[in-house]
C-alpha cells in the first residue's frame, strides 16, 4: 500500500502535466469561432461560481443564514456597492441572523 503512493502521485502529476501542455501544443492558431471563444471566455466565471455557490450555504450553521447573506450580496451588489460594502453587508446579515436564530 505505501508503494502505491507514489504511483499516484506519478499519474496525477501526468494528468496535471498533459492537461496544461495539451492546448499549447495542439491549438497553435487564433480560435476564429465565435461560439468556441465565447465558451472559453465565460468557463472561469462560471467554474468560480461552482465552486463559490456551495461553500456560501455551507459556511454558516444555517443554510438560511448563508442564503440570506447570498441575497443581500446580489442586492448590494446589482445596486451598484463597492466589494467592501458588499462583504461588510453579507457578513453583517449573517452575524446578526446567527446571533438570533
Do not use: H, Q, W
Not at 468560480?48 to 450555504?57: G, H
Request: proline share 4%; aromatic share 14%; net charge positive.
Amino acid at each position: 500500500m505505501k508503494g502505491d503512493i507514489y504511483l499516484y502521485i506519478l499519474v496525477m502529476a501526468g494528468v496535471t502535466y498533459l492537461i496544461r501542455v495539451l492546448p499549447l501544443t495542439l491549438i497553435r492558431r487564433p480560435i476564429k469561432n465565435r461560439f468556441f471563444r465565447s465558451f472559453l471566455y465565460y468557463v472561469p466565471y462560471v467554474t468560480l461560481s461552482v465552486m463559490t455557490f456551495p461553500a456560501i450555504l455551507s459556511a454558516t450553521s444555517s443554510i438560511y443564514s448563508g442564503a440570506a447573506g447570498l441575497v443581500v450580496a446580489l442586492a448590494l451588489a446589482f445596486c451598484g456597492a463597492s466589494l467592501f460594502k458588499v462583504a461588510v453587508g453579507a457578513c453583517g446579515i449573517v452575524f446578526l441572523l446567527e446571533l438570533f436564530l
